[in-house]
């Protein structure tokens, strides 16, 4: 995988294909393999970039002043800026929507289309930011995410019938327990504070495009349900596409639907 320093420190990235370029934003403690059905299949008419979260697969540490979701959206462009890339077309997932859209609004003659996947950009409720930053103290103190951990945060990426011994649920939590304690205390955890603790920007959507945005939602996510997807369409106005029989990583629970429907979009869009 080719590299870029950005703030520092080695930002590692998939770029594959050519073509007008389709950025894929990942999800919080996945890798750029969430996105291997899609690279697959965007890659035969576009070139596609996935850059890897800091602390997630190939990627260095999370880089010291980096402390919000804007400073995400930052680090982006100027991986674009390092690729002599003028225009993207931008797929976020989860964390990937929430700094893409920031992305979208601090640089909208940068990006020709975006999709929101499984994402929202309203604040964390309080009663679940309270959950998840009780979770990330007990990793802290255990410098790993202890075994009873791995059965309470997989299956929240997941639909609930998912089956257990299927090999997407057993990489994803063996991928969760092989964390080192570095990557964990300097990364993983201070990352995930950034995301839960976001500022609301609803109020800011409208300012979004509504011919060249789109949301779409697993209609089983259950960390970010339909209805969240469903407030955010409305206010951009724009279109809403619910993913059947997928929970939060739709990419990988229903990939021949979500690479259909990104084609379409970008068909018309790119």
Known sequence: MPIAVIDGQP??????????????????????????????????????????????????????????????????????????IAQINLVGLSVGGMW??????LAPERINSLVLMDTYLGAEPQATRQYYFSLFKMIEDAGAIPEPLLDV???????????RESALYKDFRQSL??????????????????????????????RLDCDTTLVMCGDQDK????????????????????IPDAGHISSRENPDFVNEALLTFLVNNA
């Open 11 to 84: 930002l590692h990235y998939v770029d594959q294909g050519t073509g007008p370029v389709v950025l894929l934003g990942s999800s919080y403690l996945w890798d750029s393999d969430m996105w291997a059905p899609q690279v697959e299949a965007l890659s035969q008419q576009y070139r596609v970039i996935v850059p890897e979260l800091w602390g997630h697969g190939e990627s260095g540490r999370l880089p010291e002043h980096t402390l919000s979701l804007d400073d995400l959206a930052r680090q982006t462009l100027a991986l674009l800026d390092h690729l002599d």
């Open 100 to 105: 893409g859209a920031r992305l979208a609004l």
């Open 153 to 163: 945060i997989a299956p929240i990426f997941f639909r609930p019938g998912i089956d």
């Open 177 to 206: 327990q092989d964390f080192s304690r570095k990557r964990l205390l300097n990364s993983v955890v201070p990352l995930g504070r950034l995301i839960f603790s976001r500022e609301d920007i609803l109020d800011q959507l409208p």
């Open 223 to 242: 960390p970010r349900p339909p209805e969240e997807s469903r407030e955010m369409a409305e206010l951009i106005g724009c279109a809403l596409t619910l």
